[in-house]
């Protein structure tokens, strides 16, 4: 009977579908888990695949790959060295499940399956739609019976529970859990619930990285008996975390302080899980860097220095290429700063932060289109239509100078205006890195960067935007009727996330034709934001994935 182990969870940064590198992320942090000393790696859920997955589970051909690499590295395991949990999808007749592998002895000498699917996203994307597999029993690693709770398991005390009382030792959490603030947080109070219950301890590995419009944040732990922390990864970076237990003279097992390393928070966590999501969305589409088109206010100066922190200033083309002022998208995110101001500070944002300047001239372009619909226009007020218009040209220009350069346009629209359908024209933009933080965040994260430099950055330190451009967004007048944007984003807050009624909003101080009009202006930017990049998702609720209206409806009265 063994009375010692060690166990290394493997925090690592996957990407979806591409099962060679993934596979070799794994073996990488194995050869390092056996150099110190481990007896199991322990790998996230959908370590080898990547997650989420989306409709990618239901290609027979990806799931014959993954299987025919599952048995590959199985291979590895033939060496005498550490065994390993592996997280991937897995065929079992009709049924294709989220799975934990056990791979030891050169064979897959395991294979466990997630038991609750419906449990929220404090284990696993809800994107991926598993089937349930049964009530698991334990698995024998080296003598020692672990329990496994894969993604959602975690969440509920069941699964737990039936370990438990099956004969389990030590319970193992493989987990795929996306950010949001306060949910690292969750996740060690579920696990500490778990542990409770069962009187085990336990140890919980989860994915980081960026994915589509998922940020994993990792931050892996251990639990002894109790509850007591004993370790714990960092939140938002790959890690190797390496846990020694010991059996004690009642059969428990418990285990001494190791690395613990304390999670980040509030406005810090947001900022470096946006710089995440960016960086991986650029490295993992393969493309040399980014192209920001810069106006001067804040939104853009915000996304340049995102930019600049996950991918280095090296990577980051900045682009003036302003409208007239007054124009739709003249100043994105300020709503009025004046043209020479605007073109001052991205001057100054650029030299703040290190990256290249290209400066392109519209205004032959914007005369050559108004003379082309001149005769259309006639006799009509197409002001609106024209600086749409414009709009339109500045965007397509920028995405022909990213398309050339085999560069991701990043959009510089922030929540509050794409749901209002107040922002410049996306067309051609690949990530919108704002597109889930609200405009009075955007202003909160601002201020906190040029205070502080994050972990990981690649960027400079210091002040990387000037303040005034803050000063100025303090004094930007919102358009005619909305109210001001602490007051806008609380109504948007209150009316698309929290659900509230029209009386509900008018007792938080918000007028009722200021909920219809905004309310109009949601509904009418449906077909823009079907149309609009993807983002990172960072918030707990988000109108992409819970609100959808329809483009062509009628219902358009509240009261």
Not at 21 to 29: D, P, S
Not at 530 to 547: H, N, Q, Y
Request: aromatic residues 4%.
């Amino acid at each position: 009977m063994t009375d010692r182990l060690s166990i290394a969870l493997a925090q690592i940064n996957p990407t979806v579908g591409d099962l060679t590198a993934n596979a070799g992320l794994i073996r990488a942090a194995r050869a390092e888990a056996a150099a110190r000393g481990a007896d199991l790696v322990i790998c996230p859920a959908g370590s080898l695949s990547g997650a989420p997955l989306l409709d990618l589970a239901a290609l027979p051909a990806f799931l014959d790959a993954v299987e025919e690499t599952v048995r590959a590295l199985a291979d590895v395991t033939a060496d005498g060295g550490p065994a390993l949990l592996v997280g991937a999808p897995w065929r079992e007749g009709k049924g294709r499940h989220n799975a934990a592998l056990l791979l030891d002895g050169g064979k897959i000498a395991a294979v466990r399956f997630q038991a609750v699917t419906d449990a929220g996203e404090i284990g696993a994307p809800e994107e991926d739609r598993f089937d349930s597999g049964p009530m698991p029993g334990p698995v024998n690693v080296r003598g020692v019976r672990i329990g496994l709770l894969i993604g959602g398991d975690l969440a509920t005390g069941d699964v737990a529970e039936t370990l438990a009382e099956s004969g389990a030792e030590l319970l193992v959490a493989m987990l795929a859990g996306p950010f949001a603030p306060g949910r690292a947080d969750e996740r060690v109070q579920a696990a500490v619930a778990r542990v409770v219950e069962c009187g085990l301890p336990l140890v919980a590995v989860n994915l980081v990285g960026g994915q589509d419009e998922r940020v994993f944040d990792g931050g892996s732990f251990a639990l002894a008996p109790g509850g007591r922390l004993v370790a714990q990864a960092p939140l938002f970076a790959q890690h190797l975390l390496l846990t020694r237990w010991e059996r004690g003279p009642d059969d428990s097992w418990d285990s001494s302080e190791a690395e613990t390393i304390a999670p980040a928070e509030g406005t810090e966590a947001l900022y470096t899980a946006l710089m995440l999501g960016l960086h991986d969305a650029v490295t993992k589409s393969g493309a040399p860097g980014v192209v920001v088109g810069l106006t001067g206010g804040l939104d853009s100066a915000l996304v340049a220095a995102l930019a600049a922190d996950a991918l280095g200033p090296e990577r980051v083309l900045a682009v003036r290429a302003p409208l007239p002022a007054g124009e739709a998208g003249a100043s994105a995110g300020s709503f009025t700063d004046s043209l020479a101001d605007s073109l001052a500070d991205a001057a100054e944002i650029v030299e703040l932060l290190g990256c290249r300047l290209d400066n392109v001239a519209l205004t032959p372009v914007l005369k050559a289109a108004d003379s082309l619909l001149a005769p259309a226009f006639a006799g009509r007020d197409s002001a609106a239509a024209a600086d749409r218009l414009h709009a339109r040209l500045r965007a397509a220009t920028l995405a022909a100078l990213a398309e050339r350069m085999g560069a991701v346009l990043l959009s510089t629209a922030d929540r509050t205006d794409r749901l209002l359908g107040l922002a410049a024209e996306e067309t051609g933009c690949g990530y919108a890195v704002l597109s889930d933080v609200p405009k009075t965040a955007v202003l909160e994260l601002t201020r906190w960067r040029n205070a502080n430099q994050p972990a990981g950055s690649r960027g400079p330190a210091g002040r990387v935007v000037p303040e005034r451009v803050l000063a100025r967004r303090l004094k930007a007048e919102t358009p005619a009727g909305l109210p001001p944007v602490d007051a806008l984003d609380d109504l948007l807050a209150g009316l698309l996330d929290g659900g509230l009624s029209p009386a509900d909003l008018a007792g938080r101080g918000h007028a009722a034709e200021t909920v219809e009009m905004v309310w109009r202006l949601v509904v009418q930017a449906e077909a823009g934001r079907r149309r609009a990049p993807p983002g990172p998702r960072i918030s707990r609720r988000t109108v992409a994935r819970l609100r959808r209206f329809p483009i062509a409806g009628g219902f358009n009265d509240l009261m």
